[in-house]
């Protein structure tokens, strides 16, 4: 385990909000963090949304009348990586100062084992993926089709699909959590017919959904315990607030979703 820090973390617990406003929000908190600051904001999604990696091509690749027939929304992240679709699953998004805990790949990797002290503390049998696995491009299809090194898997299938970006000073990571189902709509809204193989769920792995607050809490800690510094429960700030809303309207416009 490497160097902890001293910062400040500030928790933040969102109730489900439609995809733009959640790619708002996390964008906001990177834009607007404080110096030894960090946040770590837990939230879900409603309705139900296909995420894109930054530069992830998908005009043309996914049928957006059949989506909405489904109930599906589409946005873009401003992270990189690959499809996921939020639905019965738990996003986290930690923000913090660039070299805080090293490196992208470093940090990366050093988050990944906060999430699984977490998610072990819960009862579920999971593990990094070990140096064997490799990266896929973004045109390689769905988040969950391959797990990379560092990631949270279990039984050999990712349980946590994460993807990182900087933001001026800050560093920003977010990810998906799967708690019962698989990304099969995911097949089903491509105009392809690759298939999209299931993830692991923390169903499978524990016989049952755990409950979210309890999850959340259960992430805090091992978070915390990995990270170090000082942690409580916050809200977003005014300035924040306002910098999400302006932020909106960019995650709502199709030029940015469906821009590759």
């Not at 963090?33 to 996914?62: A, I």
């Not at 969950?144 to 990571?173: N, Y």
């Not at 805090?220 to 932020?247: C, F, N, P, T, Y």
């Amino acid at each position: 385990m490497g160097e902890k820090s001293d910062l400040t973390w500030r928790v933040l617990s969102d109730p489900p909000l439609p995809g733009h406003q959640n790619m708002a929000r996390d964008q906001a908190l990177a834009e607007l963090l404080l110096p030894l600051q960090g946040v770590l904001r837990l939230y879900r999604w409603d309705p139900p949304t296909v995420s894109f990696g930054r530069n992830e091509p998908s005009r043309g690749l996914y049928m957006q009348e059949r989506a909405r027939e489904e109930g599906v929304a589409f946005v873009r992240r401003p992270t990189g990586g690959r499809a996921v679709l939020h639905h019965r699953e738990l996003t986290y998004c930690l923000v913090f100062p660039v070299g805080a805990f090293g490196g992208l790949k470093a940090s990366y990797r050093r988050i990944n084992e906060g999430l699984l002290a977490g998610i072990r503390a819960l009862g579920a049998n999971a593990e990094l993926a070990s140096s064997a696995g490799s990266s896929l491009p973004p045109d390689a299809g769905p988040c969950f089709r391959q797990p990379a090194e560092g990631e949270v898997t279990a039984v050999g299938r990712k349980l946590i699909g994460s993807a990182q970006v900087r933001i001026g000073g800050a560093i920003l990571q977010h990810g998906s959590i799967i708690l019962d189902g698989d990304q099969s709509p995911l097949q089903r809204l491509r105009a392809d017919t690759e298939e999209v193989p299931a993830p692991a769920t923390l169903k499978a792995l524990l016989g049952f959904v755990p409950d979210v607050e309890v999850l959340k809490d259960h992430l805090q800690i091992g978070l915390s315990h990995v990270l170090g510094g000082v942690w409580s429960s916050g809200q977003l700030r005014d300035d924040e607030k306002g910098a999400a809303e302006e932020l909106e309207d960019h995650y709502l416009d199709p030029e940015w979703t469906w821009r590759v």
